[in-house]
């Protein structure tokens, strides 16, 4: 291992490209590894436990809950898991474990916030990585549009649980949920463009706020149910809900999973901000596997408060309603809590648990993105402009801003074609979650398959679990995409087909997203092949070490914020010029021009 000391000077804002706000400094090929020795980012911003915030926020629980579970449990009016709803929950968190595993592990050998982009290309090549990092890009601005539109109609909601007479319609008018929609967008595009660590304070209050709020709602449904006063079809919840028995592969779990899979999506923005950690190579990681394991938590219990309450039937609140799947809180809230005082105030703060959590995952969908692009543009993968970095803020600026009008754009765009296509959304950017995350863990099979023999545990962490995580996903989109693809998988309310040139509208967007994409990565390939070429970033094995935290504290920087680390190759190609590298094993010192570490 080696590490650079604080005072070496190797993260800079310097600028590239003569523009005002800098950008990577020696962006491009950093020499043979093909590195960029600073894209610019304001490090050791975020510590263990504003990683792990940042993470859980990014899945937005309440928001992700409401918009989802109806959808895992039942789809236009039909059974789908039923009951099994938490088994559902359950088996998409061993995927993400898996993959979340490989993040960790991958994170340890070179921690670059373009994430999936970045390890493709190391281990399969240019196109790959490319393809990877398109993958998070168009998850993040579909997803970008459900948000909008689910913060838009919540704002009315909660206005009007307020009190203010006839607001409360709005919440289902088009127009009106558009306008507040795009402000919500561009409210947090400034956010995230006026920096990390005012992102993050924001995700600390929003997070505790939603979480709490999901418990209150979980323990009064279930007190409810076991005191005998829920309602008629209200169930005792069993242990068999948490089994997947009787449910068929092909057309129950793996169309379920996809929607299972979207709740826990997000936890990896956490890693997307590696560079703006603590301690790269390591807080990231952990932050990752640690924010998986507490939603299952959240939504094990959750999702068992849900079913019972309200059980599965057609009647009234029941989940197979399909009036209730676009918004199961909504559709339980009132008959849950009651019209007291109590029940109002409680009604008033699940309203606003929605609200929030649709606005901080808009923020934080903005965050990976952003840094994505960041990165791909460093390593001339996609126009420079997008490296920009602001002087003041250290936030990419190009690359932050053009998300959110992109992100708007899309959002208009969908609402202009039919308002029902917004329901295609979820599943779409489950084939998309499935796609880049897939990737990621064969990635980090095949970046380390030379050392995977030398431990039990790295054959475990970094073979095993990594491989199957890919191939469970690999599974489920091939299967869910089958189903998605059928004509009448998703009814509108006037119980007419969501589709696009008669194919089920949820395989369209999601393949015609990667389609896009394709088409995009060759138009760049023939205009800037360097990136394609290997000139940039290269393949190469697992030949990246992690530096340690020397003798820099940051004077600015969130309370858990520690040492700032820099990553130095073996080959020394990205050590800054007249800086020292020590081996954290032996102790020993390198420069250029001196002593080179052993091959």
């Given at each position: 291992?080696?590490?650079?000391?604080?005072?070496?000077?190797?993260?800079?804002?310097?600028?590239?490209?003569?523009?005002?706000?800098?950008?990577?400094?020696?962006?491009?090929?950093?020499?043979?590894?093909?590195?960029?020795?600073?894209?610019?980012?304001?490090?050791?911003?975020?510590?263990?436990?504003?990683?792990?915030?940042?993470?859980?926020?990014?899945?937005?629980?309440?928001?992700?809950?409401?918009?989802?579970?109806?959808?895992?449990?039942?789809?236009?009016?039909?059974?789908?898991?039923?009951?099994?709803?938490?088994?559902?929950?359950?088996?998409?968190?061993?995927?993400?474990?898996?993959?979340?595993?490989?993040?960790?592990?991958?994170?340890?050998?070179?921690?670059?916030?373009?994430?999936?982009?970045?390890?493709?290309?190391?281990?399969?090549?240019?196109?790959?990585?490319?393809?990877?990092?398109?993958?998070?890009?168009?998850?993040?601005?579909?997803?970008?549009?459900?948000?909008?539109?689910?913060?838009?109609?919540?704002?009315?909601?909660?206005?009007?649980?307020?009190?203010?007479?006839?607001?409360?319609?709005?919440?289902?008018?088009?127009?009106?949920?558009?306008?507040?929609?795009?402000?919500?967008?561009?409210?947090?595009?400034?956010?995230?463009?006026?920096?990390?660590?005012?992102?993050?304070?924001?995700?600390?209050?929003?997070?505790?706020?939603?979480?709490?709020?999901?418990?209150?709602?979980?323990?009064?449904?279930?007190?409810?149910?076991?005191?005998?006063?829920?309602?008629?079809?209200?169930?005792?919840?069993?242990?068999?809900?948490?089994?997947?028995?009787?449910?068929?592969?092909?057309?129950?779990?793996?169309?379920?999973?996809?929607?299972?899979?979207?709740?826990?999506?997000?936890?990896?923005?956490?890693?997307?901000?590696?560079?703006?950690?603590?301690?790269?190579?390591?807080?990231?990681?952990?932050?990752?596997?640690?924010?998986?394991?507490?939603?299952?938590?959240?939504?094990?219990?959750?999702?068992?408060?849900?079913?019972?309450?309200?059980?599965?039937?057609?009647?009234?609140?029941?989940?197979?309603?399909?009036?209730?799947?676009?918004?199961?809180?909504?559709?339980?809230?009132?008959?849950?809590?009651?019209?007291?005082?109590?029940?109002?105030?409680?009604?008033?703060?699940?309203?606003?648990?929605?609200?929030?959590?649709?606005?901080?995952?808009?923020?934080?969908?903005?965050?990976?993105?952003?840094?994505?692009?960041?990165?791909?543009?460093?390593?001339?993968?996609?126009?420079?402009?997008?490296?920009?970095?602001?002087?003041?803020?250290?936030?990419?600026?190009?690359?932050?801003?053009?998300?959110?009008?992109?992100?708007?754009?899309?959002?208009?765009?969908?609402?202009?074609?039919?308002?029902?296509?917004?329901?295609?959304?979820?599943?779409?950017?489950?084939?998309?979650?499935?796609f880049y995350y897939g990737l990621t863990g064969y990635a980090c099979a095949w970046?380390?398959?030379?050392?995977?023999?030398?431990?039990?545990?790295?054959?475990?962490?970094?073979?095993?679990?990594?491989?199957?995580?890919?191939?469970?996903?690999?599974?489920?989109?091939?299967?869910?995409?089958?189903?998605?693809?059928?004509?009448?998988?998703?009814?509108?309310?006037?119980?007419?087909?969501?589709?696009?040139?008669?194919?089920?509208?949820?395989?369209?967007?999601?393949?015609?997203?990667?389609?896009?994409?394709?088409?995009?990565?060759?138009?760049?390939?023939?205009?800037?092949?360097?990136?394609?070429?290997?000139?940039?970033?290269?393949?190469?094995?697992?030949?990246?070490?992690?530096?340690?935290?020397?003798?820099?504290?940051?004077?600015?920087?969130?309370?858990?914020?520690?040492?700032?680390?820099?990553?130095?190759?073996?080959d020394l190609s990205n050590l800054p010029t007249?800086?020292?590298?020590?081996?954290?094993?032996?102790?020993?010192?390198?420069?250029?021009?001196?002593?080179?570490?052993?091959?």
């Amino acid at each position: 291992m080696t590490t650079v000391p604080a005072n070496s000077g190797s993260t800079s804002g310097g600028g590239a490209s003569g523009a005002s706000g800098s950008g990577p400094a020696g962006s491009g090929s950093g020499g043979s590894g093909g590195t960029v020795d600073s894209k610019g980012l304001k490090t050791g911003s975020l510590g263990l436990v504003s990683s792990i915030v940042v993470g859980m926020s990014s899945t937005a629980p309440a928001y992700s809950l409401a918009a989802s579970l109806g959808l895992i449990i039942a789809t236009g009016g039909t059974l789908l898991a039923g009951v099994k709803a938490p088994a559902i929950v359950l088996l998409a968190f061993i995927p993400m474990y898996f993959i979340a595993v490989s993040y960790q592990e991958l994170n340890k050998a070179e921690p670059d916030c373009g994430t999936t982009f970045t390890w493709a290309a190391r281990a399969f090549g240019a196109k790959t990585g490319w393809l990877g990092g398109w993958g998070i890009i168009a998850a993040d601005v579909i997803v970008m549009a459900n948000l909008a539109q689910i913060a838009g109609s919540y704002s009315f909601t909660f206005l009007g649980e307020l009190g203010i007479p006839g607001i409360a319609d709005l919440s289902t008018n088009t127009v009106a949920t558009t306008l507040v929609g795009v402000a919500w967008i561009a409210i947090m595009t400034f956010i995230c463009y006026r920096g990390i660590e005012v992102s993050a304070r924001l995700q600390y209050f929003l997070l505790g706020f939603e979480v709490i709020i999901l418990i209150v709602f979980a323990v009064f449904a279930l007190v409810r149910v076991y005191s005998g006063t829920a309602e008629s079809y209200s169930l005792i919840p069993q242990l068999d809900w948490f089994l997947p028995t009787g449910l068929d592969f092909g057309t129950i779990i793996a169309p379920a999973l996809l929607t299972g899979i979207f709740i826990y999506w997000g936890w990896d923005t956490a890693v997307a901000c590696n560079e703006e950690s603590d301690d790269p190579g390591k807080t990231p990681g952990r932050a990752a596997v640690i924010s998986t394991l507490l939603l299952l938590a959240t939504y094990g219990i959750v999702s068992v408060a849900t079913v019972a309450f309200a059980g599965v039937g057609t009647d009234g609140i029941g989940l197979g309603n399909p009036d209730n799947s676009a918004d199961v809180f909504s559709a339980i809230g009132s008959q849950l809590f009651g019209d007291s005082p109590i029940g109002v105030i409680l009604m008033l703060l699940l309203s606003a648990t929605i609200l929030t959590s649709a606005a901080a995952s808009t923020q934080t969908t903005i965050l990976p993105t952003a840094r994505t692009a960041l990165s791909m543009a460093a390593y001339k993968a996609i126009p420079e402009k997008f490296a920009r970095i602001h002087p003041k803020f250290l936030t990419p600026t190009w690359a932050t801003v053009a998300m959110g009008v992109i992100s708007v754009a899309f959002y208009l765009l969908f609402t202009f074609i039919s308002p029902s296509l917004l329901l295609a959304l979820i599943g779409s950017v489950g084939l998309m979650i499935a796609f880049y995350y897939g990737l990621t863990g064969y990635a980090c099979a095949w970046f380390y398959r030379k050392t995977l023999t030398t431990s039990f545990r790295n054959f475990i962490m970094r073979g095993v679990i990594p491989l199957l995580g890919g191939l469970i996903l690999t599974a489920v989109f091939i299967f869910g995409l089958y189903n998605y693809a059928q004509p009448d998988w998703l009814v509108d309310d006037d119980g007419n087909n969501v589709t696009i040139f008669g194919i089920g509208a949820v395989a369209v967007v999601g393949i015609g997203a990667m389609i896009i994409g394709a088409v995009l990565m060759v138009i760049w390939w023939l205009r800037a092949p360097d990136y394609f070429r290997g000139k940039t970033l290269e393949k190469r094995s697992d030949d990246l070490v992690l530096a340690q935290p020397d003798l820099f504290v940051p004077t600015l920087g969130l309370p858990d914020s520690g040492d700032r680390p820099v990553v130095i190759a073996p080959d020394l190609s990205n050590l800054p010029t007249g800086a020292i590298a020590v081996s954290t094993e032996t102790g020993e010192k390198f420069s250029k021009g001196g002593t080179t570490p052993p091959a």
